[in-house]
């Protein structure tokens, strides 16, 4: 599962960056992200899933039990202050690394 | 709907199960919702299901990776939980012992003197008994005993010949060394060793370098630290410079490092190493039979000990099969280790008493210890009473009672640590004033201590902090309140534990009290003992005495050549001016010398009395003159003559307590005694000897003896090679002794002699008495100074307790003296209790020292009425501060507050 290892590192920051916007439960997670990327990202639900349990051991992200829009018992996340630090350092790192990438792209 | 608010109460934690159980929920609640979202696209239900799996991915492996994230993070929060929880209780400890200072500084004062005396004490049993010298691998250096503790060179040879199990083996023979410098001559203990000894133990110097094997002139010596920086003045230049060691030139190689002493036993200060001379053609070491040096030996890499005790066993066999004459015994030979306890096996005599001793100190501290905890935990109980209202409140806003213990053990442990700090302090500085002053002794024997508060002993103080902080600690924390009573609390009113609690407090002060008594009577009756012994009259006068030690080897001198040069001896040195008498003995009473004893029998019967008990006398041998030089008094008969010698009939003087054991009421002269078979080395005998003279009862092994019988034996018919030349000077000693030495070296050049006051060995011989009642003294203050804090501690909080009643009692009329009376009848009472019980213990305790007492008995009425006093005036003294503050009692102001 060489993808999986690949994504690892991104679902952990595009989870990051999605719980920026406030807290949600996975499946919200995951259907905001197959609308906004348009199913480009191949974002397998079951690495959402570990990615979010991943972050909230390393209390990034906070999980807590709450009622769905249906009254569902469903898990809700939110991002932590430590999180939310993370998601910056991490933003800006693959920032750097994409740009990194362009440069060496555009030099034909 | 979020639900994040402010979190208050911790939720219990989760088990794997529930985690697994969360983790199943979640995932379910997605895959429904997307399976309802497909239905609302118009995909039928069986396959939104359907779909909604296969979009989601590997359900069964993620359900496994999150569960165990799940786990993980409960764990780490139950361990962040934790240490919020511990910080926080240290937080709160800190702030509660800043607050009450006078408490916080007494229960500091407490446990560093008693975690401080203890640690000292473990460094100094380290020092002496456990620490293993400075070699390389110490467990695979053994010490070999050629079927005695000394082996001789010829023997040396041929063990070393064997290198089946040792890798490496050497000789040591340490002996006082006359060290010549700018005209001074001192003198140092020096080790002469085998040319590879060095090499064998594994070290190597700190400047310059050690003698090898390799090295073919004797001439050479290395020098201790110690004595590079006493004897040498740390001489930057020290390295090649020329001593002289006996008159002979020795040029120094080497400076060892400050940890190395040799391989000698404990105390003893090693100061230069020199190799031995092997041309040398002196009987010493050519002499198979004399057996005069330490034979240490490595063990062969893969060899253990047992296998190198048979390996030495046979070999001895064969020695002695070669040389039955030289060699008897050497059968029964075996090793031993060189470290710790081992190091003792050799000596006995030493080990004994040292073993004594360090037990009883160790017993002593452990006492002062627990009394120190005792204090500390009265001191807490009583404390919680006075905080049953902060423990009620805290109950009620939901602690639950472990929180409460853990709380309260919490105190426990940070009062422990700042004592353990306070009490390795103490001890540092304790045990490097012992340091200095066994150094400073310069007594006969240089000695060195060595002991140091190192990591070992840290440990050890930590540990007994621990161990104390859970014993005084535990009594108070679990007499926590479990249940917040409302009754509790109004201020003024006592919880339901008061009654138990209070009675436990006075009897923990009431055990201190004890243990307090049992030491002061301890110390009491050494100090007495003491004293008594400095005023106790030996018997013989060691004033103005010069002693010195001769060995003559057995190839050089047989009997009769032993006897002339005992004979010249006498002859130059008393012709020496300044010199009043002088005369030879075997045993030097009152010394670390050896002793004697032997059965005899009386009127040419058997050995054994009528009862079959055995007649067993102490013994000396001398030479004529040796009561004059002693001045021991002769009270019948005569003293030995010329005429006294081998072949004329045995003869014998006797002291009185033998004369009065065995002759009651006759006189002893001309009686006869049958001595026994005193063996091929020490003289023919068996034979009947004539009574011919009785002297004063003088003192043999120890001042607290009571008197034994003892025989005196002539030196000409009793012929031992090993004996003390004793000189009675008048005028300058220092004379004398020079010109001692220079008669005895034109006599026999190879006459190593080193000459002392006789009163400096025999104060040697009291140094440990000296020192066991200081110390145990020391202790007995300590204690009763702990004891005193804790009385004040009981009777300041029990006078808090009662200022409601007190106040009342004012209000009603009570005067001054029923004040006084009825705070001082508790602490007297509980004093009076201790001191009972404290007695009860020390008396069969004295009478199990009394060995070690002189002239004192241990039921000793001035003692006891000495500590029953100082126990009294310790217990006013105490409840001195407290009850003025009982007397100041405004009875307004209380009942004002009611």
């Known amino acids: 599962m060489a993808e999986l290892s690949l994504l690892q590192g991104t679902a952990d920051l595009l989870v990051l960056k999605v719980l920026s916007r406030g807290p949600l439960h996975g499946y919200a997670i995951s259907r905001w992200v197959h609308e906004r990327t348009s199913g480009v990202l191949g974002f397998d639900d079951a690495a959402l899933y570990q990615a979010l349990h991943r972050l909230e051991r390393r209390h990034w992200v906070e999980g807590e039990w709450g009622t769905s829009d249906n009254n569902r018992r469903a898990r809700f996340y939110r991002l932590t202050a430590a999180g939310r630090k993370q998601l910056r350092a991490e933003a800006d790192t693959w920032r750097r690394y994409a740009a990194a990438v362009f440069d060496v792209l555009d030099q034909a | 709907m979020h639900p994040f608010g402010r979190r208050f109460f911790r939720f219990p934690w989760r088990t794997g199960r529930e985690v697994l159980r969360d983790v199943d929920e979640e995932l379910r609640f997605h895959i429904d919702a997307r399976a309802r979202d497909l239905e609302g696209d118009g995909v039928p239900p069986i396959d939104a299901r359907a779909q909604a799996l296969r979009e989601f991915g590997d359900v069964a492996a993620t359900r496994v990776y999150c569960a165990g994230e799940g786990r993980r993070l409960e764990r780490g929060n139950r361990w962040r939980c934790l240490a919020e929880d511990v910080r926080r209780d ?62 001789s060179y010829p023997n040396y040879v041929d063990v070393a010949g064997h290198t089946e199990v040792f890798s490496g083996v050497a000789i040591e023979r340490r002996e006082p060394v006359a060290l010549q410098q700018d005209a001074r001559s001192l003198t140092v203990t020096g080790a002469t060793v085998s040319a590879g000894y060095f090499d064998v133990l594994g070290v190597r110097a700190a400047r310059g370098r050690v003698f090898t094997s390799a090295d073919r002139d004797p001439r050479l010596v290395v020098v201790s630290d110690r004595c590079w920086r006493t004897r040498l003045a740390e001489d930057p230049q020290a390295i090649g410079r020329v001593l002289a060691l006996d008159g002979i030139p020795h040029q120094v190689i080497g400076i060892m490092p400050p940890a190395f002493r040799g391989l000698g036993p404990p105390l003893l200060a090693i100061d230069l190493w020199r190799p031995v001379d092997e041309a040398s053609t002196a009987p010493e070491l050519r002499d198979r039979a004399a057996s005069r040096f330490e034979l240490v030996a490595r063990l062969a890499p893969t060899i253990t000990r047992d296998q190198a005790a048979a390996a030495v066993a046979v070999v001895g066999a064969q020695l002695e099969g070669a040389y039955p004459g030289d060699n008897r015994g050497l059968a029964q030979s075996s090793v031993f280790g060189v470290a710790g306890f081992d190091a003792f096996r050799g000596s006995a005599s030493l080990a004994v008493p040292l073993l004594a001793f360090v037990a009883v100190l160790g017993v002593i501290s452990t006492f002062v210890l627990a009394v120190g905890c005792l204090n500390l935990s009265s001191m807490l109980l009583a404390r919680m009473t006075a905080r049953r209202q902060e423990m009620a409140v805290r109950l009620a806003l939901g602690a639950g009672r472990s929180r409460l213990v853990r709380q309260l053990l919490t105190e426990s442990l940070v009062l422990a640590a700042a004592g353990a700090c306070g009490g390795a302090l103490l001890a540092s500085w304790a045990v490097s004033s012992l340091d200095a002053v066994v150094t400073g002794m310069d007594a006969a024997v240089p000695m060195q201590l060595d002991a140091a508060v190192d990591a070992r002993a840290l440990g050890y103080a930590l540990a007994v902090s621990m161990c104390a902080a859970l014993a005084f600690g535990i009594a108070p924390a679990l007499s926590a309140p479990s249940v917040a009573l409302g009754a509790s609390l109004r201020a003024g009113s006592d919880g339901p534990l008061r009654w138990t609690r209070r ?261 040697f011989a009291l140094i440990p008495a000296r020192v066991a009642s200081a110390l145990t003294g020391g202790f007995g203050l300590l204690a009763a100074a702990l004891a005193a804090i804790g009385l004040y501690g009981v009777a300041a909080f029990s006078v808090a307790q009662r200022l409601r009643e007190l106040g009342i009692r004012r209000a009603l009329g009570a005067q001054n003296s029923d004040i006084v009376r009825l705070v001082a009848r508790q602490a007297f009472g509980m004093t009076a209790t201790g001191l009972a019980i404290g007695l009860a213990i020390a008396t069969p305790a004295g009478y199990a020292v009394q060995s070690l007492l002189v002239g004192v008995a241990p039921f000793d009425p001035l003692t006891i009425t000495s500590v029953a006093v100082m126990m009294v005036l310790v217990t006013a003294l105490a409840t001195a501060v407290p009850t003025r503050r009982a007397l100041r009692i405004d009875p307004m102001q209380t009942l004002r507050a009611e």
Request: charged fraction near 20%; charge should be positive.
């Open chain 2, 90 to 151: 240290t937080a709160l400890t800190f702030r509660m012992l800043a607050k009450q200072r006078g408490f916080t500084a007494v229960a500091l004062l407490t446990l560093t003197l008693a975690i401080g005396g203890h640690t000292a004490l473990f460094s100094l049993v380290n020092a002496l008994l456990l620490q293993a010298p400075a070699v390389a691998s110490p467990d695979r250096l053994v010490r070999v005993h050629m079927g005695e503790t000394l082996t």
């Open chain 2, 503 to 763: 009675r436990l407090v006075r009897a923990l002060v009431v055990a201190q009290l004890a243990v307090c008594t049992i030491l002061l009577v301890c110390s009491g009756l050494f100090f007495r003992s003491l004293d008594r012994a400095r005023a106790v009259d030996p018997g013989f006068d060691p004033s103005s005495t010069l002693v010195a030690n001769l060995y003559l080897n057995e190839r050089q001198y047989d009997e009769p050549r032993g006897l002339a040069l005992y004979d010249r001896v006498l002859e130059r040195v008393r012709a020496i001016e300044g010199v009043s008498h002088a005369s030879f003995a075997f045993v030097v009473p009152l010394t670390l010398s050896g002793r004697e004893e032997f059965e005899i029998g009386i009127d040419r019967q058997a050995s054994a009395d009528s009862n079959g008990k055995a007649r067993r006398v102490l013994a000396n041998r001398i030479s004529p003159g040796y009561f004059e030089t002693v001045r021991v008094p002769l009270v019948a008969g005569r003293d030995f003559g010329k005429g006294d010698r081998a072949g004329a009939p045995e003869v014998a003087i006797i002291n009185e307590t033998m004369a009065r054991r065995f002759w009651p009421g006759s006189d002893a002269i001309g009686r006869t005694i049958r001595l026994p078979e005193l063996g091929p080395s020490r003289g023919a005998s068996g034979e009947v000897a004539q009574v011919v003279g009785v002297v004063r009862d003088s003192k043999y092994a120890t001042l607290g003896e009571s008197p034994s019988p003892v025989v005196y034996l002539p030196l000409a018919q009793q012929f031992v090679r090993d004996v003390t030349l004793h000189v009675r000077v008048r005028g300058d000693e220092a004379v004398v002794a020079a010109q001692v030495r220079a008669e005895l070296t034109r006599l026999d050049p190879l006459l190593t002699v080193e000459l002392a006051r006789l009163t400096d060995k025999v104060a």
